[in-house]
């Protein structure tokens, strides 16, 4: 299965484009199921350090089936989006993830040294 989405041209988003969005390091606090959801997905409470407590809902038992694995992780979001309600539940947040072929979503992450709250650039 390969991705439908084509690379874009170089020189399609500017510097300052990109930057309007503010990516940040979280750290996950707290990982429920969330069966409401249409999809398989997750709710996350997320320590963004002096940014404060986020949620977000992810598509993520596929790839993590044990939540708890989770926990304690360092995870980069966009944390400027508008909030989404999706199923009743208020996602602040949207949690970046690879995308492979094979439907998995592995989450991006950061190496120890970074703080929840750090800025990505």
């Known amino acids: ?21 503010d990516l940040r390091v979280g750290r996950i606090l707290e990982v429920r199921g969330f069966p ?6 997750y709710q996350l409470t997320i320590d963004f350090g002096p940014g ?3 949620r ?3 598509q993520l038992p596929g790839t993590y089936p ?3 694995v989770l926990v304690g992780r360092l995870v980069i979001a966009v944390v400027n989006f508008a909030p989404r309600r999706i199923a009743g539940f208020m996602s602040d947040v949207l949690i970046l993830a690879a995308v492979p072929a094979d439907g998995s979503m592995p989450l991006l992450s950061v190496d120890a040294g ?3 709250g750090d800025p990505i650039g």
């Open 1 to 21: 299965m390969s991705d439908p989405r084509p690379f874009l041209p170089p020189g399609s988003v500017t510097p300052e484009e990109f930057f309007r969005a």
């Open 56 to 58: 977000s809902s992810a």
């Open 66 to 68: 044990d939540p708890a």
């Open 36 to 41: 409401e959801a249409r999809k398989p997905a």
């Open 52 to 54: 404060g407590i986020r």
């Open 114 to 116: 970074a703080s929840p």
